[in-house]
């Protein structure tokens, strides 16, 4: 553990600005400056606002404040804001303080995590060490999680004896973090020595901890026995099985617990949500949400936040549209968590027009998660003109970009051939933003240069990035393959995809879609074989479609649906209507079978969109919009069937599938064919 490197800056982060504003704003005159009004002006005035942070620093500084170290720690907590703070000014800010106590270390300290620089956290507990200012409570629980985000063992290690040295090491708040750290770095047995040494198994915060700890490094058994053991459990004992368990994939035994907590809270339903969610149980996750409505529970906003996801993965639109009202009807305040949850939903739901309604009226747009959501709602619907100009906005409000952001901003790219555009915002990532470009944005710009046809510049990039590709780089480049029939660097992307994860079934089918398209069906049978020999087993195509609250799930040749034969009976004749009206011809290229084109044409024509379609056709007033999402890209003969349909019908149909959307209107895509 190296000695802190701080800088050998004297002057302040900051030219000392006129003071007016801030003194006639607090009726203070500047000679009768309080001690309580300075701490007023720092905790009320900002926390939110970094002009009036520098005005109140010189303020500190011009009445000699700033030697008091409650004051100093304060002003340095107000730095540590990760909504405008900088590592440089806390920094600088401390150098300026004469010997820092305990107090001022421990915020300086926390400053350095809340600005997610953990190693420097770490670094600064030395140079409070060799300062000779002893730590005290509040400063191990912090550094303790700088070092499970360091990921830093050994120095982690000689936290521990420090703690042991100076006393400490009874404090469950200490021993709950120690149990959290070793657990995240893989030493369960160290933990769980830490939670039995102290005696403190009817401490429940800190086996709550230990059971984390377990659950996270997928020990399930030993989560049950602990929970079973414990002399006292709290609500937030069974959240967090339930939450274990759903994220060990055992949803089924996560809503046994569930069902078996005394009394929930927010946390337990939004778990159970979330959970069913996540191991994609959309119905169930909405069946859950039902039930809090049917028991009249008030609904906080993270349960809105988390029934919102579900929302926005299944596409339904009925039911987001019902949160938003339940958001006006209670009154709530639309904040950057509940505004942000209804961006996505309405972006996902392909009503950009309301996702920008709520992004417009949410009452503080200070994280950059909440502009990522609408960045993001543009880049995947393809609008990448207007994803660049909000960005360019974003930095006029000061909010920081990330990586999201920049991973949105070049998928908006990719989707409109953007190629020159998105080549600049990779190169500023790095050398304008200071953000070091990961393997999630290489596989952007593989995808935007060999969608665009640029396969050499493409492979040269894989070949020069500093980490290995990994398979979402090559399926980039094997997906750029597909649109532009490249047989042999498909064949050649092809098995290394195969030899990096040789049971997604996704892969075996995007390969057979570029032979099948060329004909090569002794591959295409090839590929088959191998599938069966691995036990591959192919996912099925579902369709959904979301009418009045309801989702309406469909799958190819399925039968199970109410209305099945009304909607067979109406394909039929929607099928003939669009190859009479709109000259449609069956486009068999992508059917993965050497059989005659009549049988390719039968297999086509049921296919899990077009019986969404229909069934929405049918269902629906004329001149409705329709709305699907597909869990797999849509097909090529689907996508020319929807667009011949929304002219002969005269319908917009909005498809959300795997890799993009598709607003079908007036025999158009606004895909433009490129996807």
Known sequence: ????????????????????????????????????AILELLNQKCTNSFENLKQTHALILKTGYFQDHYIAGSLLKCYANPQFGTLSNLLRVLEQVPE???????FAIKGCLDLKHPSNAISMYLQMVISGSKPNKYTYPQLLKACTFERALEQGLQVHNHIVKNGLNEDRHIISAGIQMYASLGRLKEARNLLDSNGILKDTICCNAMIDGYLKSGEVEASRELFGIMQEKSVGSWNTMISG?????????????FDEVPVKDDVTWSAMIDGYNKNGYFKEALEVFGQMQREEIELS????????????????????????????????????ILGTSLVDVYAKCGRLDLAWGVFEKIKKREETFCWNAMIGGLAMHGRAKDAIELFLKMQWHNV????????????????????HEGLKFFVNMKQKYEIEPKVEHYGCVVNLLAKAGYFDEAENLIATMPMKANSVVWGALLGACRIHGNIDLGERVGEILLD?????????????????????????????????ERGVKTIVGRSMIDLKGVVHEFK???????????????????????????????????????????EKESSLKYHSEKLAIAFGILSTEAGDTIRIVKNL???????????????????????????????????????????
């Open 500 to 532: 990096l994860e040789p049971e997604n079934s996704g892969r075996y089918t995007l390969i057979s879609n570029i032979y099948a398209k060329a004909g090569k069906w002794d591959r295409v049978e090839k590929l088959r074989v191998l599938m069966k």
């Open 400 to 419: 920081k970009p990330n990586e999201i952001t920049f991973v949105s901003l070049l998928n908006a790219c990719a989707h409109a051939g953007f190629v």
């Open 301 to 336: 906003k993270f349960v809105l936040s988390s029934a919102s996801a579900v929302c926005a993965n299944i596409g339904a639109l009925d039911q987001g549209k019902w949160i938003h009202a339940y958001i006006r009807r209670k009154k709530m305040t639309l904040d950057e």
């Open 633 to 675: 890209r849509v097909c090529e003969d689907c996508h020319s069937a929807a667009k011949i349909i929304s002219r002969v019908y005269d319908r917009e149909i909005i498809v959300r599938d795997r890799v993009r959307y598709h607003h079908f209107r007036r025999g158009q895509c606004s895909c433009k064919d490129f996807w």
């Open 100 to 106: 820092p106590n305990v107090f001022v270390w421990n």
């Open 245 to 257: 368990l759903c994220g060990n994939g055992m949803v089924l035994e996560a809503k046994n617990y």
């Open 1 to 36: 553990m190296g000695a802190l490197q701080i800088p050998a800056i004297t002057e302040l982060p900051y030219h000392p600005p006129p003071l007016q504003h801030l003194i006639h704003e607090n009726n203070l005159a500047n000679s009768n400056l309080s001690y309580k």
């Open 556 to 598: 190819v040749g399925d039968t199970s649906h109410p209305r099945s034969k009304d909607i067979y009976s109406f394909l039929e004749k929607l099928v003939e209507e669009i190859e009479v009206k709109g000259d449609h011809q069956p486009n068999t290229s992508e059917v993965l079978f050497d059989i005659s084109e009549e």
